[in-house]
């Protein structure tokens, strides 16, 4: 296993795996290429990259081809020489990304990750692995990184074999930047306002929070039952969460939070206010436009009907001229 003393779970747990966008949409397009959308199979792949000893950098990654029996997960099957064939022509035409690791599309641990992940210790000693959750509902960061460990009891009985979590985040040189911009503008609505944006935003920030705080609360409800055992780093990092929390008790608390509430309120009140104030206007003008281009179109449409019937009787009045004419005429021979 990798680590088995205090201090190198310790040192493990400090560990932070960098993955890059180029990965996330690698993995994505091959779930989407190799599964339908109402199937619960999931895809497995390599990770390339670098360890930095504190960082691991995963810059690169490439799917395998890999089956796995729905109903016994232990039923697997995965092409070791594609791997080999594959990773020879990544080193020839990058020599810096190493294989670091694997990943699979979970979403969450299943019982066959133990015995992928020792298969995978066959290239490289301390495998890591990341699932990426690419489901479109997905809230938050969609990849959580684990190394194998083995876990030692308090009480000194056999260790066993379980993952360990590290923290993960999502980094982009400045290429990638340019192009996660460019799919962005794709994706993102444009008639939509920064308002509106950042109202959207924070709302899936706080779904998030509540999906967080369901794991949390479907695991303090097993841990009470007995169904997992206790792990107190977790309970340690539950309680100082706790302890940030503003003691709603006290009056002075809550008198400013209703006050910061309510001048927020009031900007948002006289925000809309304003809006439909200018909103108003602006439909009272677009009326007198409106009013004032009709009059003026009754207008020339009455000049219109005027130069005809003024054409017809200056006509009338030749033609007499002509018939007065034409009788002298015939007088005076």
């Known amino acids: 296993m990798v680590a088995s003393t205090t201090e190198q ?13 180029l990965v996330l949409l690698s993995v994505t397009d091959h779930h989407a290429r190799s599964v339908s959308r109402n199937s619960s199979k999931r895809v497995i792949g390599v990770l390339l990259g670098q360890d930095n000893g504190k960082t691991v950098n ?8 890999f089956e796995e029996d729905e109903k016994d997960s232990k039923t697997w099957f995965l092409d070791h020489n594609y791997i080999e064939g594959m990773y020879d022509m990544f080193k020839k035409v990058n020599a810096r990304e190493r294989m670091i690791g694997w990943y699979h599309t979970g979403p969450k641990l299943r019982a066959s990750d133990q015995e992928i992940n020792d298969l995978f210790k066959r290239y490289i000693a301390k495998p890591v692995m990341v699932i ?27 260790t066993r074999k379980t993952f360990l979590h590290v923290p993960s985040a999502i980094e982009a040189e400045e290429a990638e930047e340019i192009g996660v911009e460019h799919l962005l503008r794709d994706i993102k609505d444009s008639t939509t306002t920064t308002l509106a944006t950042r109202v959207s935003e924070q ?53 400013s939070f209703t006050s910061s509430t309510n001048d927020q309120l009031l900007v948002v009140y006289l925000s809309t206010l304003l809006r439909s104030v200018i909103a108003l206007h602006a439909l009272v ?41 034409g009788k002298d005429k015939d007088r005076g021979l």
């Not at 995963?58 to 081809?65: E, K, L, M, R, T």
């Not at 690419?134 to 809230?139: A, Q």
Request: net charge negative.
């Open 58 to 65: 995963v810059a690169n990654s490439f799917g395998i081809p």
């Open 285 to 325: 003008d677009n009326k007198a436009t409106i009013g004032r281009a009709e009059l003026e179109e009754g207008v020339d449409e009455k000049e219109k009907e005027k130069k005809p019937a003024n054409g017809e009787a200056k006509k009338g009045e030749e033609g007499k001229k002509d018939a007065e004419k």
């Open 9 to 21: 779970l310790t040192a493990l747990a400090g560990t932070t795996v960098i993955v890059h966008p």
């Open 132 to 158: 990426v959750d690419v489901r479109p509902d997905t809230v938050g960061i969609p990849t959580d990184a684990y190394y194998a460990v083995e876990e030692i009891k308090d009480d000194g009985t056999e």
């Open 203 to 255: 709302l899936a920030s706080l779904q998030g929070l509540q999906s967080r705080l369901r794991d949390v609360h479907s695991y303090l409800l097993d841990v009470a039952a007995g169904t997992l055992p206790v792990n107190h780093q977790i309970i340690y990092h539950l309680q100082d969460a706790l302890n940030l929390l503003p003691d709603l008790s006290d009056s002075t608390v809550t008198q």
